[in-house]
């Protein structure tokens, strides 16, 4: 593969205040060209063989190239081998590598690379249009995403993290929501910029922005239509994710204590 075609990379960074958009699972130019057009500040290519959203290098590299250069490209990895995802990386002209398996902090070390590294949580849906069942209290769950977060927070390459739903079987992308009130108490005391994955779309993503608080939002499956990706729900999503306000953020610890009385999350 011939190495770095695309040229030098911006500073990683946020965004001014404003929240950090990644419309993920992209495999096509115009739709890469759309979403950056509408105010993304991220691009995903899933470089995951068994996914239906998988992407060649040779087309990853070819959109990468044809984007702003302050268009974070980012390439979502599953247990694949240090080597092999500096390679990609190197082809594609990545700026961060998103870890969506079981990659240890040794595995972490091996890379020279901006991680993201992600972590699935187990919980019950919250703060969603459809909850499946009566949420439990958020505390216990997110004391044990932090000590896990902690072994590679003190990695200096791993540079955020994200917090999607899990489902046994299924690394990401499958557009289930976990319970909101233990991704807020997450990163409210998170050692790295946390962001907030699972079930996002235009109808709740305003709302898990104000519940959550997140250095920024990443979406998949919600902005599709059977399978493709929707250039009409992309602008819907990214729209909305940039008209919710710091200041109409909910108050976490109320949130808490309505959640322990039973009342809705609002």
Known sequence: MNMNACGGRPELGSRGGR????????????????????????????????????IPPGLARQISCGLPRNIEKVGVFVDESPARVAEIARFCGLDLVQL???????????????????????????????????????LEPARELLGAMDQYAALPNVARFLLDAYVP?????????????????????????????????????AHAIKVVRPFGVDVSSGVETC????????????????????????????LKANSQEGEPAT
């Open 169 to 205: 079987g299924n690394p990401g992308g499958t557009g289930r929501i976990f319970d909101w009130i233990v991704a807020a108490s997450v990163v409210g005391q998170a050692r790295r910029p946390v962001i907030l994955a699972g079930g996002l779309a235009p109808e709740n993503v």
């Open 100 to 138: 969506h398996g079981g990659e240890s902090p040794e595995y972490c070390k091996a890379l020279s690379l901006p991680i993201i590294k992600a972590f699935r949580v187990e919980s019950s849906a919250r703060g969603g249009p459809e909850p499946e069942r009566e949420p439990r209290p958020g």
């Open 227 to 254: 399978g493709r990706k929707d250039h009409e729900k992309i602008r819907r999503f990214i729209e909305e994710a940039e008209g919710a306000p710091p200041e109409a953020c909910v108050d976490l610890e109320q």
């Open 19 to 54: 929240v950090w958009i990644k419309i993920c699972g992209v495999s096509d130019i115009e739709t890469a060209r759309i979403a950056a057009g509408c105010g993304a500040g991220a691009i995903g290519f899933v470089f995951v063989g068994r996914s239906r959203r998988y």
